[in-house]
């Protein structure tokens, strides 16, 4: 690891350091900007990652997915270390659009700074601190200065440690530890005790970790389970009915934002509870009542029992994620987002934007019954104010509760009549620059919480991703396409005497691109054919490929023999300096005078079948692969081709499959050829290419070039 980023624990003994270093200087450093929680990062000693050493103010399971990060990763606290400044992030939406990773798992009201640990010459890791959602946008002077100094402070004493041979460690979390006891030592005093025992409704205190350490005799009987069950449990595991992640999410969201909130929750059989809980920077409180307005509290009704417990669960995002990688294309992005994401949030329909040129493009879109809706997007210029153009071009997302509150903002001309009655627009941002906008829309009236808008934000940052992929492989794709056409022929010649098919299959993984090549080309009456496979198949094999085959078509237009022509072509080959081998099988072909000359380069050997339907593999003289000794020499052999014999040549992609003995596939080919008959040489190629498995699975790419002689 460079001196930058090098890590305290690589120098010297590993003695730990005998006060909590790390814990006091985060604590005081919280402390001076009044932040709740925070984390200090320690880089790892071998490796370019930032490892947890110290936690305060909130569960380190909050934190579990950051607890080992790669300087390169997409968080703050990486991005600090990595570029050596203070990173702001003012709130859950600037979160949302900035780290979508981050927001979609804690897609809650809270501010953060992370900032690097770092002398003038070393990089020794990053620490972060939250406030609640309340926090101002922006972070002052006052707490930036602060936040700076002290990291500073802890970096000159972590350069000592390292200079005295003393390496920081791991300390304990910073959370209050939760007493578990009678009521009267958990509040302090007995007449405490007393006072909260007869107020008309029940209280809880909940720690950092969601561990009950007091309940009064009023929330054990509300809730229905004794006070000594509930002690030391946490609430959703020591009461069945409130094991739900929207309730846990509830807790996480409190002490996270450090905002009161609330819920409502159905005690079996029939009667629903209010919970209102109240953080702090040392646990939460909780107040048990019943719900006396349950019916207006849930003016949609009770959820059904097949309704999702919340927006989108973490288990559903972890899904969707996984899902958005294997995306290839723009259109299974489009179908990806339409099959999985819309209908976990609600909507009906959806549109996805790109930009071109200054103006928007419908990539993608489904669930309108009337596509002429769809199409008045397309074209559209970024300059004009729609909803679609503001989100793309200033990277905000945008939400619509109803058809009133959109023409309210924007002009009937610019609204979209689509007959849906609520829109979700959201900017679709990767590598910091907005890719497009993913257009959600919903049948009825809708409401977008605050957690439900970070949750879509952020979900938003992933389709993002996965577009800018898809994008980039939709222009490589047809990049290789057009490539592809453009070095290979598009027909072959009519040639007296001879009949011709070709089939090409690029491979399945990569840019469907390769280096495998044939041609067919007239000399002096004859046919000059040519079959070959250069190393890889990506756009330097193509490339190299495409240079190779009209250097075989020059040197047989001059007259060459076979043999020169291979000669010749091997020196090309290592002259052009491409480090990349070739096999490759060349041959003149006489139709009149029943024969063939060939040569061959480490390339397969051709198949025979003579007219009475027997197969041969031709035994062929040959030299070594192209490109590899310019002194080699490539000998010929004649082979003796009588009327209605057709020639096999192909590269190893079609016979060569993992497990399967090459001598093994060359007999099999050989058998389907005798079985397939005098059929013509068009239908015969489709039937070798179909019932080739390895043509199937296609890890390679596949040519094939049939041959007959008529007489």
Avoid at 613 to 621: P, Q
Wanted: include cysteine.
């Amino acid at each position: 690891m460079s001196d930058g980023h090098m890590s305290p624990a690589s120098a010297g003994a590993r003695t730990r350091v005998g006060r909590p270093l790390l814990s006091l200087a985060l604590a005081s450093m919280m402390d001076e900007v009044h932040a709740h929680s925070g984390a200090v990062y320690l880089m790892a000693a071998d490796e370019p990652v930032l490892e947890m050493a110290a936690i305060a103010g909130l569960p380190r399971a909050f934190a579990a997915p950051w607890e080992r990060v790669g300087l390169s990763a997409p968080i703050p606290v990486a991005e600090a270390a990595r570029e050596r400044r203070l990173v702001w992030v003012g709130g859950e939406h600037e979160m949302a659009r900035r780290y979508p990773r981050i927001a979609v798992v804690l897609p809650y009201p809270f501010a953060l700074a992370a900032i690097p640990v770092a002398t003038a010459s070393k990089v020794y890791g990053a620490v972060f601190v939250t406030w609640p959602g309340s926090h101002p946008p922006d972070l002052s002077d006052r707490e930036r200065d602060h936040l700076t100094a002290a990291c500073g402070r802890l970096a000159v004493r972590l350069e000592r440690a390292v200079e005295d041979s003393v390496a920081p460690h791991a300390e304990p979390d910073l959370l209050s530890a939760a007493q578990v006891g009678a009521a009267a030592g958990t509040l302090g005093t007995v007449e405490a005790a007393r006072m909260v025992a007869r107020l008309p409704y029940g209280l809880c205190s909940l720690d950092l970790h969601g561990r009950i350490s007091f309940a009064n005799a009023a929330a054990a009987e509300l809730i229905g389970v004794p006070v000594s069950r509930l002690l030391g449990s946490q609430l959703w595991v020591a009461v069945p009915w409130l094991n739900d992640p929207v309730y846990e999410d509830r807790y996480r969201g409190a002490l996270l934002s450090q905002h009161s909130t609330s819920f409502v929750a159905l005690r079996p059989p029939g009667d629903w509870l209010s919970f209102r809980l109240y953080p702090s920077t040392t646990g939460l409180s909780v107040r048990v009542s019943r719900a006396r307005a349950v019916t207006e509290m849930n003016r949609e009704g009770p959820r059904s029992e097949d309704a999702p417990s919340r927006l989108v669960s973490i288990s559903q995002v972890l899904s969707l994620a996984g899902a958005l990688t294997e995306a290839v294309g723009v259109q299974d992005v489009v179908q990806l987002v339409a099959d999985e994401i819309a209908p976990a949030v609600g909507s009906q329909a959806l549109v996805v934007l790109g930009s071109r040129a200054g103006r928007l493009h419908v990539l993608g879109h489904r669930g309108y019954p009337d596509a002429r809706v769809v199409e008045r997007f397309d074209g559209l210029p970024l300059t004009e104010p729609t909803p679609g153009t503001r989100a793309l071009t200033t990277g905000v997302p945008a939400f619509f509760d109803s058809r009133e509150h959109l023409e309210r903002l924007y002009p009937v001309r610019h609204a979209t009549p689509d007959g849906f009655a609520a829109w979700a627009y959201l900017p679709l941002i990767a590598s910091g620059r907005p890719v497009g906008t993913c257009v959600l829309a919903y049948a009825e009236r809708h409401a977008f919480p605050a957690d439900e808008r970070a949750v879509l934000t952020s979900l938003g940052g992933l389709i993002a991703q996965a577009l800018e992929r898809a994008v980039l492989y939709d222009a490589k794709h047809q990049l290789a396409h057009g490539l592809q056409e453009a070095l290979l022929p598009h027909t072959l010649p009519s040639l007296p005497g001879i009949d011709a098919a070709a089939r090409y299959l690029p491979a399945t993984q990569g840019m469907d691109i390769g280096g495998d090549f044939y041609d067919l080309v007239p000399v002096d009456g004859l046919a000059a054919a040519v079959i070959g496979d250069v190393q890889g198949h990506n756009v330097t094999a193509a490339g190299l490929m495409g240079q190779l085959r009209t250097a075989v078509r020059a040197y047989s237009t001059v007259g060459q023999t076979p043999e020169e022509v291979m000669r010749s072509t091997n020196r090309l080959l290592i002259d052009l300096g491409a480090d990349l081998f070739a096999s490759c099988l060349y041959l003149r072909l006489d139709p009149e005078r029943g024969r063939a000359v060939m040569a061959r380069a480490g390339h397969p050997p051709p198949l025979l079948r003579r007219p009475d339907g027997r197969v041969r593999v031709l035994d062929l003289a040959g030299g070594p692969l192209l490109g590899i000794d310019g002194s080699a020499g490539y000998p010929t052999t004649e082979v003796a081709l009588a009327p209605g014999s057709v020639l096999v040549l192909y590269t190893d992609g079609l016979i060569e499959s993992p497990g399967v003995d090459i001598e093994d596939a060359l007999a099999e080919l050989g058998r389907q050829l005798a079985e397939a008959g005098d059929r013509p040489l068009d239908a015969l190629a489709d039937e070798l290419v179909r019932r080739s498995a390895a043509a199937r699975e296609r890890s390679d790419d596949v040519a094939l070039l049939l041959l007959r002689a008529d007489g």
